[in-house]
């Protein structure tokens, strides 16, 4: 497809696509694969490569894309690249995407670009709306708990967001089980309840089911899985060392070098036999296990390509597992 032709959609998209569950007790589905725009959105990322990728995930069914007001490199460039995109190739099946964003860690300097403040939270709602063309997102989410701001600002803020028609949703990310459970309350008696909560989760990370899940079940409120793959760890990128491009290789990354340890890659490599059995790539299996938990309703991927994007949707293939 050349610049100059105009993008149509798949139209068994729906038909043919990975499915949807129901974000916690609401009316809203979501995908259970949605695209995350953390990495390869950003300026210094391949634009030809992030748009297919956007085409690819529309394509097969994956309508929620979430980002952040820091993603991107610079912070803020994933949303306006989006936004671009949205504009010259989606912008008549807007009604048909969950576009999320966030705030809560920093994103400009001085004391109002950083927290859970009434004041950076919707001065930077604001911003993300206009880098992205848009008039209202679909979730809005506190991005972080901010020890230094009372929780009854922050939920109030989110709260009057809705009121204001600049989100549909709201949620929060990262936060302690005591205070989800009184921003859960805050928000219900606000009129303006959670819809979802966005947290780590893998077969390397699953201390959120002991808490994070039972808590948002008891509250009705959603629950979204980010870093299925732990950063990468849970593939077969590190099983023969640590490559040139993965993000291991670089240390200002989350992922740092000193990780990769040999009891690490021997657990790997012993998931990547369990997952050869399946008949699964060991990146394919992780995806497929986070939804083992029926709170789970969706978990967000970070691709780089459209060929790992369309092994990410192939994990949907085989879902099931033994009893754990």
Same mark, same amino acid.
């Given at each position: 497809m050349s610049k100059s032709d105009k993008y149509t959609p798949n139209p068994d998209r729906y038909k043919e696509g990975i499915g949807y569950n129901y974000c916690g007790k609401s009316g809203l589905q979501l995908p259970k694969i949605s695209l995350g725009l953390w990495h390869n959105f950003g300026d210094v990322d391949d634009a030809d490569e992030a748009l297919n990728m956007l085409k690819h995930a529309f394509d097969n069914g994956i309508t929620h894309f979430d980002l952040a007001n820091n993603y991107g490199t610079p912070f803020g460039s994933a949303e306006k690249n989006f936004?671009?995109? +949205?504009?010259?190739?989606?912008?008549?099946?807007? =009604?048909e995407m969950i576009i999320s964003s966030k705030a809560g860690h920093e994103m400009w300097a001085g004391p109002y670009g950083d927290g859970g403040s009434r004041k950076y939270l919707m001065a930077s709602l604001e911003q993300s709306l206009q880098r992205m063309k848009l008039d209202y997102v679909d979730i809005f989410y506190s991005h972080r708990y901010d020890a230094n701001t009372p929780i009854e600002?922050?939920?109030?803020? @989110? #709260? =009057?967001?809705?009121?204001?028609?600049? $989100?549909l949703y709201v949620g929060i990310s990262k936060y302690p089980e005591d205070k989800a459970r009184e921003a859960y309350r805050i928000l219900k008696e606000n009129g303006t309840p959670c819809l979802i909560y966005q947290g780590r989760y893998s077969i390397f990370a699953r *201390?959120?089911?002991?808490?994070? @899940?039972? /808590? !948002?079940? *008891?509250?009705?409120?959603?629950?979204?899985?980010?870093?299925? @793959? #732990? %950063?990468? /760890? +849970?593939? &077969?990128?590190? @099983?023969?060392?640590?490559? &040139?491009?993965?993000? !291991?290789?670089?240390?200002?990354?989350?992922? %740092?070098?000193?990780?990769?340890?040999? *009891?690490?890659?021997?657990?790997?490599? %012993? /998931?990547? &036999?369990?997952?050869?059995?399946?008949?699964?790539? /060991? $990146?394919?299996?992780a995806l497929a296990w986070c939804f083992h938990k029926e709170?789970?309703?969706?978990?967000?991927?970070?691709?780089?390509?459209?060929? %790992?994007?369309q092994d990410n949707i192939d994990a949907l293939k085989n879902m099931h597992f033994s009893d754990l």
């Open positions: 936004g671009k995109m +949205l504009k010259e190739h989606f912008s008549s099946y807007r =009604d600002e922050t939920m109030g803020a @989110l #709260s =009057d967001i809705v009121k204001q028609g600049k $989100a *201390e959120i089911e002991h808490e994070v @899940l039972p /808590l !948002a079940a *008891e509250n009705g409120v959603g629950f979204i899985g980010f870093s299925p @793959l #732990s %950063q990468g /760890l +849970l593939s &077969d990128k590190y @099983l023969h060392g640590i490559p &040139d491009n993965s993000r !291991a290789a670089h240390s200002h990354g989350f992922l %740092q070098k000193s990780q990769i340890t040999p *009891e690490l890659v021997n657990r790997i490599a %012993q /998931l990547n &036999d369990i997952a050869a059995n399946r008949g699964q790539s /060991l $990146a394919q299996m709170q789970v309703n969706s978990v967000i991927v970070g691709t780089s390509s459209v060929k %790992q994007l």
